[in-house]
């Protein structure tokens, strides 16, 4: 009896342990983040096949496209098509947290406002829109529409997470 309650205090131990080991990692991991915004963007769009040239938009145009107010971006790099595709690449450092939750909302609203435009003008883009990248850590927020998903995943998961 004494060696099973031994057994048992010392497994509890080790798991109580090991769940303290993995936060701590990640918070250390989120919190001391740093990303070259336009270095990531500019990654994603060598490094990825696309279909349609992507041009650079002005920081400004780029937020109008997507409804964002400059002042809770801290930078961001946007890539889009010249219309005939849904590619697009865009990379945001919000000001905070929240106003990052506040820029993926507006991503999740662009992307659903080109399924609508496209399902009317060229339908075989919205299988492209359903299949993207979108992730936010920490203050960053990464949104690549590409048909190679595994990678533009792959490049955003080296670089910020």
């Known amino acids: 009896m004494k060696k099973i309650i031994f ?8 798991g109580m342990l090991s769940g303290c080991g993995d936060n701590k990692e990640k918070t250390e991991k989120t919190d001391n ?12 769009s060598t490094e990825l096949t696309f279909e349609d040239s992507l041009s650079k938009l002005d920081n400004a145009v780029a937020l109008k496209y997507y409804g964002i107010d400059e002042t809770i971006v801290q930078d961001c790099a946007i890539y889009i098509s010249t219309g005939a595709t849904a ?6 450092e919000a000001n905070s ?4 939750e506040t820029i993926l909302a507006a991503c999740k609203t662009r992307r659903e406002k080109q399924i609508t ?3 009317d003008y060229k339908p ?3 299988d492209r829109l359903e299949h993207y990248v979108m992730v936010r850590e920490g203050n960053y927020v990464v949104f ?13 998961n080296h670089t910020i997470q």
């Open 7 to 14: 057994l048992l205090l010392i497994c509890s131990m080790l």
């Open 33 to 44: 983040t740093e990303v070259n915004v336009s270095e990531l963007a500019e990654k994603l």
């Open 87 to 92: 590619e697009e690449i865009a990379v945001f």
């Open 97 to 100: 947290a929240d106003n990052a």
């Open 117 to 119: 435009s496209y399902s």
């Open 124 to 126: 075989s883009e919205v």
């Open 144 to 156: 690549c529409v590409n048909d190679d998903i595994d990678k533009a995943q792959e490049i955003v």
